[in-house]
C-alpha cells in the first residue's frame, strides 16, 4: 500500500510537472492588415491553426476576420481605435453600440478574450490621452450590460516611450506628466476589473540606437555573460527581461505591484535599410525563435521570477502598406504568400527540434566561471530558493527517483552531502537530471521550481558536473 501510494505521487507530480510547462506562458500574434496582398481572412485562419497559434491580436473589429475566428478556438484580442477614442468617452450610448455591433455579435462562437481601447494612446499626435481611461470605463459599462465583463478583460497597450526611466530596470518610472492624468487612473480601473497591463516591448530599437553598448547576443537570448543591475543586483541575461522588469518597476514604484502584464508586441525585422543595425533574416529568427523558447518553457523575469507571461509576436505577416523605414514593412512571420520568411517553431512540440540558426560565436559569448572563461555554451540547472520547501521537496523526490538522477553524492557522508541543505540537494539532482537528458528543452523546469544558469554553480567544495 505504502509503494502504491508513493507511486501516485511521483506519477501526480509527473502530471504536474507535464502541466506547468504546457502553461507555462502563452504565444500569441498580432494580425496586421496594412497591405493589399494579403490572403483571405479564412485563409489566415486556416494558417493559425496550421501552426498551433492559439491567441490572435488584431487591430479593428473586421466583420470578415471575426466571421472566419468563430468556431476556430483561437482567442482573439480585438481593437478600438484611437480615432474612436473621443465618441467612446463622451457617449456612453456609443459605446455601447460598439460593443453591441462588435463583440456581442460574435461572441462567444468567436472568443473574444480582450479589447484593447486605443493603442500606444500617449504617442498618439492626435492628443487622445484625456480620451483614454473614459473611453475603456464606457466601453466595460457596456461590457456589464450584456454580462461579458467577467469573460473579457479590458485594457490599452503602452510603448516604453511611456516610462520615464528604463535603465537600469531598477530605476524603471513611468513619465512624470503621466503618472496622475492617466497612468494611475489606468491602472486603478485594470485593478478594480480583474485586468491587466498591456506593453508594447521592443529590443530592436534599443539596440538599432545602442549597438556600440548592447550585445547583439544579449538582445537575441544568446549565450552571453548578462548585465547585472545595480540597483538591485539582479543579473539579466535578455534585453526583452530587462525592458519587462523596467516597467513592473515602474508599478512597484506606484504601488501597484499586484498589476499583471502582457506583452501585446514583440519582434524583429527580417530586413531594414542600410541604417537599421541588426534587421536581418537570421537576427529576427534568433529573436522571436528563442523568445517563443524563453516563454514557452516558462519562469518570469528576475524581477518577478513566478510570473509566466503570454506574448503577441508582431507580426503574422510582412505589411507592404506601412509608412516609414523599411523595417516596418518587413516584420513579419510570413510573407502574403503564406511562405514562412524564416522557420521558428511556435509551440512545445515545435521546441523539441529548435536551434538556434546562428550558434555562438565562442569569443562572443564569453562567461566568468570562477576565474576560468566559459566558452563552451555549458548550462547547468539549479533549484530555485523562490520554489517554497515542499515544491521543492517533491522536485527532489522525483528527479532522485522516478527521473533517475544520480542522487549518490548529496548521500549522508558522501563528498557533497555539504552544505546539507534543500537548495543544495535540489540543485544536485536537477542538474544530474538535466545533463542526462541532454540538456532538452523543459528539462529543467520542475513545475518551475529550477532554472538554467550559465555560470557552473558551486556548493560547499562541489561544482555541479557539467555532464552525466
Not at 40 to 45: D, N, Q, T
Not at 79 to 93: D, G
Request: aromatic fraction near 10%; charged fraction near 20%.
Amino acid at each position: 500500500m505504502e509503494k502504491l501510494t508513493i507511486c501516485l505521487l511521483l506519477f501526480a507530480f509527473s502530471l504536474s510537472l507535464f502541466s506547468s510547462i504546457a502553461d507555462a506562458g502563452s504565444i500569441g500574434i498580432n494580425y496586421g492588415r496594412v497591405a493589399n496582398n494579403l490572403p483571405s481572412a479564412v485563409k489566415v485562419i486556416a494558417l493559425l491553426k496550421s501552426q498551433g497559434v492559439e491567441r490572435v491580436k488584431v487591430y479593428d473589429t473586421d466583420p470578415a476576420v471575426l466571421k472566419a475566428l468563430s468556431g476556430s478556438d483561437i482567442k482573439v484580442t480585438v481593437n478600438l481605435p484611437n480615432e474612436l477614442l473621443y465618441n467612446a468617452a463622451k457617449r456612453p450610448s456609443f459605446a455601447y453600440s460598439w460593443v453591441e455591433k462588435n463583440v456581442a455579435a460574435y461572441y462567444p462562437s468567436t472568443q473574444i478574450e480582450s479589447i484593447a481601447v486605443g493603442n500606444e494612446v500617449f504617442v498618439d499626435p492626435h492628443n487622445t490621452t484625456r480620451f483614454l481611461v473614459p473611453a475603456m470605463k464606457n466601453v466595460h459599462q457596456a461590457l456589464v450590460k450584456y454580462n461579458f465583463h467577467d469573460k473579457i478583460k479590458i485594457s490599452s497597450p503602452v510603448a516604453l516611450s511611456a516610462l520615464q526611466n528604463s535603465y537600469p530596470s531598477s530605476a524603471g518610472s513611468f513619465r512624470s506628466e503621466l503618472v496622475e492624468p492617466v497612468i494611475k487612473p489606468m491602472l486603478d480601473f485594470l485593478r478594480q476589473t480583474g485586468s491587466y497591463l498591456m506593453v508594447n516591448c521592443y529590443p530592436f530599437f534599443a539596440y538599432e540606437s545602442n549597438s556600440d553598448v548592447i550585445s547583439l547576443d544579449y538582445a537575441l537570448f544568446r549565450e552571453n555573460p548578462g548585465v547585472v543591475d545595480a540597483g538591485n543586483g539582479l543579473r539579466y541575461f535578455s534585453l526583452f527581461d530587462a525592458q519587462i522588469d523596467a516597467v513592473f518597476a515602474a508599478l512597484s514604484a506606484l504601488k501597484y505591484n499586484d498589476i499583471k502584464m502582457v506583452v501585446t508586441e514583440t519582434g524583429w525585422p527580417s530586413k531594414g535599410d542600410d541604417t537599421e543595425i541588426g534587421a536581418t533574416v537570421d537576427n529576427a529568427a534568433s529573436y522571436n525563435g528563442n523568445l517563443v523558447r524563453r516563454i514557452l518553457i516558462g519562469g518570469g523575469t528576475p524581477l518577478r521570477p513566478k510570473e509566466d507571461l503570454t506574448v503577441f509576436l508582431f507580426a503574422l505577416f510582412n505589411e507592404n502598406k506601412k509608412p516609414g523605414p523599411t523595417s516596418e514593412r518587413n516584420f513579419g512571420l510570413f510573407y502574403p504568400n503564406e511562405r514562412k520568411v524564416y522557420n521558428i517553431p511556435l509551440t512545445m512540440e515545435g521546441l523539441k527540434h529548435y536551434v538556434d540558426r546562428r550558434s555562438p560565436v565562442a569569443g562572443d559569448q564569453r562567461t566568468q566561471k570562477g576565474g576560468k572563461v566559459n566558452v563552451s555554451g555549458q548550462t547547468w540547472c539549479v533549484a530555485s530558493g523562490e520554489a517554497g520547501k515542499d515544491h521543492l521537496q517533491a522536485a527532489l523526490d522525483y528527479a532522485c527517483g522516478e527521473g533517475g538522477a544520480d542522487c549518490r553524492s548529496i548521500q549522508p557522508g558522501s563528498t557533497c552531502y555539504n552544505p546539507n541543505t534543500l537548495e543544495a540537494h535540489a540543485s544536485f539532482a536537477f542538474n544530474s537530471y538535466y545533463q542526462k537528458k541532454g540538456r532538452a528543452m523543459g528539462s529543467c523546469y520542475f513545475g518551475g521550481a529550477a532554472f538554467i544558469v550559465h555560470q557552473q554553480p558551486k556548493y560547499g567544495h562541489c561544482e555541479l558536473p557539467t555532464e552525466e
